[in-house]
C-alpha cells in the first residue's frame, strides 16, 4: 500500500524560500501523476500544484510564480520549491495523487510551514 512521508517545513519570514519534499513507497512511482495540496486552520484542503508522469506541471493561481513542483522518479520522491513566501501561504502541505486521478485514501501526516515575522 502506498506511504507518504512529507518533510521540510518549517517557520520562515515573508519572502523566503523552503524546498518541501514527499517521499512515496509501496507503488511505481514513475507511473502516477503527483500532486501538493494544502490546508490551512479552518479551510478545506486545495490543490496548489500537479505534475504528470511526463512532467508537465501546473498551479494555483495563488501560487503561481512563485512555487515550483518537480519530482525525481530515481528517488521516488516529490518536490515542492516554495519562494517568495506569504503569510497566507500558512498551512500543512500534504501530496497525493491530483483530483483528476483520485486521491489515494490515505494521507500521510503533511508538513507543516508557517510564514510569520
Known amino acids: 500500500q502506498v506511504q507518504l512521508v512529507e518533510s521540510g517545513g518549517g517557520l520562515v519570514q515573508p519572502g523566503g524560500s523552503l524546498r518541501l519534499s514527499c517521499v512515496v513507497s509501496?507503488?511505481?512511482?514513475?507511473?502516477?501523476?503527483m500532486a501538493w495540496y494544502r490546508q490551512a486552520p479552518g479551510k478545506q484542503r486545495e490543490l496548489v500544484a500537479s505534475i504528470t508522469i511526463g512532467g508537465k506541471t501546473t498551479y494555483a493561481d495563488a501560487v503561481k510564480g512563485r512555487f515550483t513542483i518537480s519530482r525525481d522518479n530515481v528517488k521516488s520522491t516529490l518536490y515542492l520549491q516554495l519562494n517568495s513566501l506569504k503569510p497566507e501561504d500558512t498551512a500543512v502541505y500534504y501530496c497525493?495523487?491530483?483530483?483528476?486521478?483520485?486521491?489515494?485514501?490515505?494521507w500521510g501526516q503533511g508538513t507543516q510551514v508557517t510564514v510569520s515575522s
Open positions: 497525493n495523487k491530483p483530483p483528476a486521478r483520485g486521491p489515494w485514501n490515505y
Open positions: 509501496g507503488i511505481t512511482f514513475r507511473s502516477y501523476d
